[in-house]
């Protein structure tokens, strides 16, 4: 993500929670690097999980100080819905 996406806080926060469109949320952790922001640890198993292929665009909109609505585009464009039944219960929580 842009640096630019860190004016929106005071202080980045370190760890961030991913919910989808079926209000499953997911932890990742944040860091700065080469002047963006990045999704760092828990990032690449929810791309595994929710099965984010090369071509799929994802959304993201801020939806408190530590948690982002993550909206998954298939390349035909459609929304892609994952069950929360799908998510290792080791990295995903239900709130």
Not at 21 to 36: E, F, P, Q, Y
Not at 40 to 57: N, S
Not at 64 to 81: A, M, N, Q, S
Request: proline residues 3%.
């Amino acid at each position: 993500m842009p640096l630019d996406f860190a004016k929106h806080f005071v202080v980045v926060p370190v760890e961030f929670k991913l919910r989808n469109n079926t209000d499953c949320s997911w932890k990742v952790t944040m860091k700065l690097m080469d002047d963006r922001v990045t999704l760092d640890q828990g990032w690449a198993t929810y791309a595994v999980v929710h099965q984010i292929k090369i071509g799929y665009m994802v959304t993201s909109k801020l939806l408190t100080p530590d948690t982002l609505k993550v909206i998954i585009f298939d390349e035909d464009g459609i929304e892609v819905v994952n069950k929360c039944g799908k998510h290792n219960e080791a990295f995903a929580t239900k709130e």
